[in-house]
């Protein structure tokens, strides 16, 4: 499943090729800090394509993730797992013409008490995310 979308200004244009149609919410403290809140990303595969790259930068937020915004208008374009060559786009940014489902929230051991959630999910604390990808090597 493939989807577009751009930055606020227009600056930079994303295509993505999605993995699935399941939106994770991301409750780490950095995601939260970064976002205002939670992350609310689609996992895609390692096919993204970028126009406009001049106006990308990425922030090296771990020895393991960049964190991509557009340096115009700050829009919040990607993150990137740098082990697996694996983008996280927010689910905002895109045009998604299929139905995706709210399936995850990772990080769940993170997530402050003011918000919460009604959709039934899989939920994983920053340790089993953590014991995840390290059995994905």
């Not at 983008?87 to 940014?93: E, N």
């Not at 990772?106 to 390290?134: C, L, Q, R, W």
Request: glycine share 8%; with cysteine.
């Amino acid at each position: 499943m493939k989807a577009n979308g751009k930055c606020l200004c227009g600056s930079v244009e994303l295509e993505v090729e999605m993995g699935n149609a399941e939106v994770t919410a991301c409750h780490c403290s950095m995601c939260r800090k970064w976002s205002g809140g939670p992350m609310m990303a689609l996992e895609t595969s390692d096919i993204l394509i970028i126009s406009g790259e001049s106006s990308v930068s990425r922030y090296h937020s771990s020895e393991w993730a960049d964190r991509g915004f557009c340096v115009n208008c700050g829009t919040h374009l990607f993150y990137h797992l740098k082990p697996n060559n694996q983008y996280h786009v927010p689910v905002g940014l895109l045009s998604v013409e299929e139905e995706i489902d709210f399936s995850h929230q990772i990080f769940i051991d993170e997530k402050p008490n003011y918000y919460s959630f009604s959709n039934e999910t899989k939920n994983m604390t920053g340790a089993e995310v953590f014991a995840h990808f390290e059995g994905e090597e």
